[in-house]
């Protein structure tokens, strides 16, 4: 087991990473189940800056590319002080932060309505709709 990094050693890796985990937000998302879900996450992936992706316990998340309003161009925190829990406790857990991991963050990840098309249609899921 990786022992857990000290704050400066972690601000090193966040500079190191360019502050990956800033620079965009994810949400759980229902695991699609029909016609309509599946439709759903193609509409959210043809618009910018957004992916789907699902993680090592099969929970599915939209992923909105965006800056906090607080990044610094060098990778730093402009409100550190300040920062919320979720700030705080990143990274607190080498598993957590996606830089450190061993693992990829994702088993599967979208950028595109035809990428994810294209792995629904390999696992041979039934998502069209009848025209």
């Not at 704050?7 to 029909?34: F, H, L, N």
């Not at 929970?59 to 800056?67: I, Q």
């Not at 979208?110 to 709709?129: H, I, P």
Request: glycine share 4%; aromatic share 12%; charged share 30%.
């Amino acid at each position: 087991m990786t022992k857990k990094p000290s704050k400066t050693e972690m601000s090193r890796v966040c500079v190191q990473c360019g502050a990956r985990c800033c620079r965009y937000i994810a949400t759980e998302i229902d695991t699609p189940t029909c016609k309509k879900d599946y439709d759903h996450i193609r509409w959210y992936l043809m618009h910018g800056n957004i992916h789907v992706f699902v993680d090592h316990e099969g929970d599915w998340c939209l992923e909105v590319e965006s800056s906090c309003e607080h990044l610094a161009p060098d990778g730093s925190c402009t409100n550190y002080s300040n920062r919320p829990k979720i700030c705080r406790q990143y990274g607190a857990d080498h598993q957590t932060c996606e830089y450190l991991a061993e693992d990829a963050p994702y088993e599967f990840r979208f950028s595109t309505a035809d990428e994810y098309e294209a792995w629904l249609d390999k696992k041979k899921v039934k998502w069209r709709w009848k025209k």
